[in-house]
């Protein structure tokens, strides 16, 4: 099977993961997503978040359930055909993952050797930092080693962007600075899965939260929907973030 270019879904279908301690994290996950959106996965620490997303490209393969994505079969491909989609559906890892002896610039060209040397310039620019090309990321704060993080995935041209805890760890500053990197590649159209801590994100940024509890999919829908919801697998994971938000 081969991807359609008219689909626009990764889709689960009753995933199921336990790993060998015994642990049964997805007990059966059953979601549509929209490629064309920039869709956030919350839920609490270690309820699988991760590694829903490390599946959606087959970086991780579920016991049982289907995962597909563009009308492809995920989980039953062979790793050379994976290869291949995580080129139109790149995987940013949580750290930045820059290798600190190479310029931004050939940290970018990293990615795919064979890129025109404007479009590594045109990533750069599309993350803010093309006066920073022949800079080592030794000399970046951790925002813009972020940021440069997701140039090189960019300069693949991909279709759809998944990013781990983007801004984990980032002050405040940095953190503002990599959302509006998101907030510009969703207004230009490219759609994105992003796993995330930090509920402050999801109002104005995220067009749709897709919450994991108990190993199922609690939610799925606009973030208002998740941030106003009185369901109580919901409220014990926005509580905390809402009083914290009143206090500045
Ligand atoms: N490869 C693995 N082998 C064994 N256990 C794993 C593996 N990957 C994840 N887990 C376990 O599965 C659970 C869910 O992990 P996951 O990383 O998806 O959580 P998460 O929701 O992203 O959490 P956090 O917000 O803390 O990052 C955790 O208990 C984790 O220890």
């Known amino acids: 099977m081969s991807e359609s270019p008219h689909n626009d879904t990764l889709r689960f279908t009753d995933v199921r993961v336990t790993f060998e ?8 996950v059953t979601a549509d997503v929209s490629t064309r959106e920039l869709t956030f996965i919350a839920g609490a620490s270690g309820s699988g ?3 829903l997303c490390r599946m959606a490209v087959g970086l991780l393969r ?23 989609l995580r080129r139109k559906a790149p995987y940013l890892v949580q750290g930045p993952a820059l290798l600190d002896w190479r ?28 006066d920073w090309a022949d800079r080592l990321p030794p000399e970046l704060g951790p925002g813009a080693k972020k940021r440069a993080a997701i140039a090189r995935a960019l300069v693949l041209k991909p279709r759809y962007l998944l990013l781990d805890e983007p801004t984990t760890g980032l002050d405040r500053r940095a953190a503002s600075q990599v959302e509006e990197v998101m907030a510009s590649l969703k207004a230009r159209g490219l759609g994105g899965l992003v796993v995330t801590h930090d509920y402050r994100q999801l109002k104005g940024l995220a067009d749709r939260v897709l919450v994991v509890a108990g190993g199922r999919c609690a939610y799925l829908g606009p973030p208002a929907g998740f941030l106003e919801s009185s369901a109580p697998e919901l409220r014990v994971l926005t509580a905390p973030f809402m009083e914290g938000a009143t206090d500045g």
Request: net charge negative; proline share 5%.
């Open 49 to 51: 978040k991760s590694v």
């Open 103 to 130: 310029t931004l610039r050939e940290n970018v060209r990293l990615a795919d050797p064979q890129a025109h040397a404007e479009d590594v310039e045109s990533a750069l620019a599309q993350v803010g930092l093309q």
């Open 62 to 84: 579920p016991d049982s359930g289907q995962v597909e994505l563009w009308g492809e079969r995920v989980d039953t491909q062979p790793e050379r055909d994976l290869v291949r």
């Open 21 to 28: 301690s015994g642990r049964q994290v997805l007990q059966g």
